[in-house]
């Protein structure tokens, strides 16, 4: 069977996918944004695309993103008729949509079969927008408006999609109920035998210091400081937890750019204006104690979330982070906002701690509190394992499930 997959960020979200299905006997090729992509990943062919022109300087507010995305459709609908007249026909199209690159790819292969990534639906209730009051939006009178608009690319995807996947059932159930029903929920999976935990993990930092699991270490980690990961809350919590635990070290992990919502409206980064906001109820002696790694490899993050004695994990009713499922995965004891789509995984007091996301006494509170109590962080990092383990499994859950859900669509 001929297999394309279309993703911007080639392998991303079908890093564990696409290998297997090339280990299957499949023809697998993949279309990617990438400037200069290799000839081939994992023996999977790569095909490039750019965008053929850039977006507006001058267009009305509400479609700008959807002229983005028409563009990034349009470029890969050229290189899918390039491929067509040499005579390349596939019998399914994996593809994630939130770019738009798929949008067009039906009109150039109306027999393959296509199944759509299905991450999030946008929506006025119960999801990101209008969550933290903090940060309203720029215009909110006119939020129904451009929301509708913003959600054309899903609807487009809607009418020639055979089937989606979505990595959580309350991802999935953003979606409307018209598509809802096409919808498998299967997660990318979690190799939980690699992401295990490690008693004699060490890390280096500050030149001459190795941090070791005797030591008090505390955790936060984001691909990006933000707020809709929770930084703000993080931040304004530390001036309590430094004063409170003399002996702890605090990590934090991530760059200063934006993943998700804006940027600051008078220029740079979240990671600085909340760093100055706590900095002088912190004193230098209990600043130094807090460290951050920026950007790091994944071995490093890795021995970072083994290193953590408690893990802090936020987000506003959002897209799940694969790093929580990690940190659950490696036994770290987790402290965790109350929002929806975090109460899928963690279980107050039995896989973790849940607050409410902006209550900044009740973080510190429970961080403190389990740092006072190992036998307490043991048992909710035993149990948060043993849940990965029996549900987000690569090899045993979620490889399979996806590979199930490739079959029903070709069958």
């Known amino acids: 069977m001929r297999i394309l997959f279309i993703h911007q960020n080639f392998p991303g979200q079908f890093r564990h996918l696409a290998p297997a299905l090339l280990k299957r006997g499949h023809d697998v090729t993949a279309m990617t944004m990438m400037k200069?992509?290799?000839?081939?990943?994992?023996?999977?062919?790569?095909?490039?695309?750019?965008?053929?022109?850039?977006?507006?300087?001058?267009?009305?507010?509400?479609?700008?993103?959807l002229e983005t995305k028409t563009i990034r459709g349009e470029s890969c609908y050229r290189v899918a008729m390039q491929l067509r007249a040499n005579g390349y026909n596939p019998d399914l199209i994996v593809a994630h949509p939130g770019?738009?690159?798929?949008?067009?790819?039906?009109?150039?292969?109306?027999?393959?079969?296509?199944?759509?990534?299905?991450?999030?639906?946008y929506s006025l209730n119960g999801t990101d927008i209008g969550f933290d009051p903090e940060f309203p939006t720029r215009d909110p009178q006119s939020d129904a408006?451009?929301?509708?608009?913003?959600?054309?690319?899903?609807?487009l995807h809607f009418t020639i999609a055979d089937a989606g996947l979505s990595p959580t059932k309350w991802q999935?159930?953003?979606?409307?109920?018209?598509?809802?029903?096409?919808?498998?929920?299967?997660?990318?999976?979690?190799?939980?035998?690699?992401?295990?935990?490690?008693?004699?993990?060490?890390f280096p930092i500050g030149g001459d210091r190795t941090l070791t699991r005797s030591d008090e270490v505390i955790t936060f980690v984001n691909r990006n400081l933000e707020p809709y990961r929770g930084y703000h809350?993080?931040?304004?919590?530390?001036?309590?937890?430094?004063?409170?635990?003399?002996?702890?070290?605090?990590?934090?992990?991530?760059?200063?750019?934006?993943?998700y919502g804006s940027k600051p409206v008078d220029g740079g980064s979240w990671k600085k204006i909340f760093a100055e906001e706590v900095r002088s109820q912190i004193s230098d002696a209990d600043w130094n104690r807090v460290h951050y790694l920026g950007k790091v490899s994944y071995d490093r993050f890795l021995a970072i979330l083994q290193l953590s004695a408690v893990h802090v994990y936020l987000t506003y009713p959002f897209v799940l982070s694969w790093s929580l499922l990690e940190a659950m995965s490696v036994g770290c004891a987790i402290v965790a906002s109350d929002t929806p789509p975090v109460?899928?995984?963690?279980?107050?007091?039995?896989?973790?701690?849940?607050?409410?996301?902006?209550?900044?006494?009740?973080?510190?509170?429970?961080?403190?509190?389990?740092l006072d109590d190992p036998d307490k962080r043991s048992a909710l990092g035993s149990q948060a394992r043993l849940f990965v383990q029996e549900r987000y499994d690569l090899?045993?859950?979620?490889?399979?499930?996806?590979i199930a859900w490739v079959e029903r669509m070709m069958s």
């Not at 109460?343 to 389990?370: M, P, Q, Y």
């Not at 090899?395 to 996806?402: A, F, K, T």
């Open 172 to 202: 999935a159930d953003t979606f409307p109920e018209t598509f809802r029903s096409k919808i498998s929920v299967v997660h990318d999976g979690i190799h939980t035998g690699m992401v295990t935990p490690e008693v004699s993990v060490s």
């Open 145 to 155: 408006c451009r929301i509708r608009i913003k959600n054309l690319n899903n609807q």
């Open 233 to 259: 809350i993080f931040m304004r919590a530390l001036p309590e937890i430094l004063a409170r635990r003399p002996g702890a070290t605090v990590l934090i992990v991530g760059g200063d750019a934006v993943s």
């Open 36 to 65: 200069a992509p290799p000839a081939q990943w994992q023996g999977i062919k790569l095909i490039g695309y750019r965008a053929l022109r850039s977006s507006s300087k001058v267009i009305h507010p509400w479609i700008a993103d």
């Open 99 to 121: 770019w738009g690159e798929s949008m067009f790819v039906k009109d150039v292969w109306p027999e393959a079969k296509l199944g759509i990534y299905c991450e999030f639906y």
């Open 343 to 370: 109460r899928e995984v963690i279980r107050h007091d039995e896989t973790g701690c849940l607050v409410d996301f902006f209550d900044v006494k009740a973080l510190a509170e429970n961080v403190c509190s389990l």
């Open 395 to 402: 090899e045993r859950v979620c490889l399979p499930g996806q």
